[in-house]
């Protein structure tokens, strides 16, 4: 049964410049038919009987009126029962938002927003290609508390070319400073394909130093810690009791279901789990959606869905349950993974309990290196 849903909303006012989502500033379908779709989606899906999370992002779903908001929340709310204490997130961003459309948003139904603010600094800001300014993004989380959200988190992003210690220091501790539930904070990679790749090419960025953007992560984690944020996942934070329930679902394997253009599905069951993903591209979708088409089905193998459990469960710090695993798979990690967990706790990259298997500090910071030996070769 899937408790989760997931709402792909691929519209962009503009597409930043290092962003490689699926996501579009010139679509081919306007943001009102590709609303009608979703619902058109959602209803021929029938139903999965209790939801526990839904999760509006994108793209920029805070493009979308309350009003198509609630009507999307509504259309699910049809065929299932939304449970009362559910945890809905809209994404925002905030060159989009007012006060007026946040308490909208509210009244149809959404309790979290996730905001992505990025950087407190406007020339950073500029060099990411975001439509918004620092003093943009503080306005708009002010406008969320004034609205009545109760439950906010904000993206950020670390390790920018030409970022110092100092500049993401106060970037931090003014968002601190803001209060909010929740924060993600991502090292910027730089993506094929994108503006920024084309800069790098060309030689007019240079990528932030590694040792530097270390010095970034543990400033991270110490200055967050300190604040009271649980470190609960490789870039996540939140106060006791505000981690992303959405987010724990896709980490900790559980079922879920997506809509839109590109949207990922993943059902825990029968086998070893079944996965499908819509197409990205719009035309594309709305033909899956008018013709009723299903996407391909791919059925996972036991020795996947064991790796699933390793690169996807490690990335918390509560780590994976090794009993659990056992239990399963009906073999050890260490009789799969032979020498491998060893290894890296020697290393001091990986930690053993009596039942658990967690990254150490030392293993967030490698936490890369760490998963990819986890991933069966193809
Ligand atoms: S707002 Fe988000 S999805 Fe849209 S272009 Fe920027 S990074 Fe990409």
Known sequence: MCHAVYIHIPYCSRKCSYCDFNSTATPVIPLEQYTELLKK????????????????????????????????????????????????????????????????????????????????????????????????????????????????????????????????????????????????????????????????????????????????????????????YEHYEISNFALPGYRSRHNQVYWQRGSYRGFGAGAHSFQREPGYGVRWANPAELSSYASLVTTGAVPDNELLQKKDAMAEIFFLGLRMLDGVDLESFRREFGASADAVYPGVIDRFVALGLLRRSATKLQLTPQGVLLANAVLAEFIPSP
């Open 41 to 228: 989606e959602i209803r021929s899906a029938g139903d999965f009987k209790e939801l526990a999370t839904i999760y509006l992002g994108g793209g920029t779903p805070s493009l979308l009126t309350p009003g198509a908001v609630a009507a999307i929340i509504n259309e699910l709310g049809r065929g299932n029962a939304i449970l009362p204490d559910a945890e809905i997130t809209l994404e925002a961003n905030p060159g989009t938002v007012t006060r007026a459309s946040l308490e909208g948003y509210l009244a149809g139904g959404v309790n979290r927003l996730s905001i992505g603010v990025q950087s407190m600094d406007d020339r950073e800001l500029a060099f990411l290609g975001r439509i918004h300014s620092a003093g943009e993004a503080a306005a708009a989380f002010e406008a969320a508390r004034a609205a009545g959200f109760t439950n906010i988190g904000i993206d950020l992003m670390h390790s920018l070319p030409g970022q110092t210690l100092e500049g993401w220091r106060i970037t931090l501790e003014t968002a601190i400073a803001m209060g909010p539930e929740h924060i993600s904070a991502y090292g910027l990679t730089i993506e094929p394909g994108t503006p920024l790749s084309a800069s790098l090419d060309a030689g007019e960025i240079v990528p932030q130093d590694e040792d530097l953007a270390v010095e970034m992560f543990e400033l991270t984690a110490e200055l967050l810690g300190k604040a009271g």
